[in-house]
């Protein structure tokens, strides 16, 4: 497949990373330990099914319920089974900016140079200033011009808001450093400005809703949570683009059903419902307090949804 952006974009060379990533789920056993043998197993199978790469360790990886320690371990079983580094985004951001660099060095050390970073999200209202000195720190205590932060911009759940200055000023002071933004604010309008003014930056919306018009004035991609049930249709859009078709709106409109039908239920309980039901595996459906799974009524209603929209889930089981 050809994994190029097309001419009237910036090269994909020039980008750290292009194309529909999906922020991995997080199995966990019945003790609610993180289950390894079956987040290996899915993110093979996310790879398998049109995934360019995987963000591990986001919101709908659970990560904020994850300790330090268990995303490291979770990384290094990805690594250890032989998971190309480069298609990793490690997700790096804590509260704490000591933790942050800890998290970054870990990938690092590991190969991993790609990082998804939520702002320190606890106090709210903190200035453009306080941002920029937290990122600077991480940055500076690091200590490798191999870096390459993604700004993770969500503040309908972190409160903190990723500013168009705070970008500006952070990618002057390390250029190459700072190399894109998932944004999932779900203003489209507010991605499309941010794609304009940043154009060497690998600008990703977080989700495929409006994915064709955001690759068509510049976007890297998608950095979407239904990937994880619905990877090869959006995968299927992006080639359409790719190869201008005629297929693309067809196909965008139909990925977007289907993510509006999963949103009709908290996003990471459905994801994990819809993987349980088509795996005939009930332990998918598990989550981590505070999340609640979908109760069983629920679950077979939205999976009837998903089927009268046209939903398949991708050939092949995980494995």
């Not at 970008?167 to 507010?190: C, F, M, N, Q, V």
């Not at 799974?293 to 046209?310: C, F, H, I, W, Y």
Request: negative net charge; charged residues 20%; hydrophobic residues 45%.
């Amino acid at each position: 497949m050809n994994e190029a952006s097309r001419p009237s974009q910036s090269p994909a060379t020039e980008k750290a990373a292009v194309g529909v990533w999906s922020p991995a789920l997080t199995p966990f056993d019945d003790d609610l330990n993180p289950d390894a043998t079956r987040f290996l197993s899915h993110a093979r199978w996310l790879l398998d099914n049109g995934c360019h790469g995987l963000a591990v360790f986001g919101t709908t990886s659970e990560a904020t319920s994850l300790t330090a320690q268990e995303r490291k371990q979770l990384l290094e079983v990805l690594l250890a089974d032989g998971v190309d580094p480069a298609r990793l985004m490690v997700g790096t951001g804590c509260c704490a900016f000591p933790d942050s660099v800890d998290l970054t060095r870990h990938a690092l050390a590991n190969g991993c140079n790609k990082v998804l970073m939520l702002p320190p999200f606890y106090y709210k209202g903190v200035s453009d200033q306080g941002l920029i000195d937290s990122y600077s720190r991480i940055i500076e205590q690091v200590g490798d011009a191999n870096l390459r932060i993604f700004f993770y911009h969500f503040p309908a759940l972190s409160g903190v808001p990723i500013t168009a200055g705070v970008i500006e000023t952070l990618a002057a002071a390390y250029p190459g450093i700072i190399a894109g933004l998932k944004d999932s604010g779900g203003d489209a309008d507010h991605t499309a400005d941010l794609i304009g003014r940043f154009p060497d930056l690998a600008i990703f919306p977080g989700a495929e809703t409006n994915l064709h018009a955001m690759l068509e004035l510049g976007g890297a991609g998608c950095i979407t949570a239904s990937a994880n049930v619905n990877a090869s249709a959006i995968r299927a859009l992006w080639e359409s683009w790719q190869a201008q078709d005629g297929e693309a709106e067809q196909r965008q409109e139909h990925v977007r059903a289907i993510r509006k039908t999963i949103e009709t239920e908290a996003m990471v309980p459905a994801l994990k419902a819809v993987a349980a039901h088509y795996r005939d595996d009930d332990a998918w459906a598990r989550v981590r307090p505070p999340l609640v799974s979908l109760a069983p009524d629920a679950a077979t209603g939205l999976v009837a949804k998903l089927a009268n929209n046209g939903f398949e889930f991708p050939d092949g089981a995980d494995r």
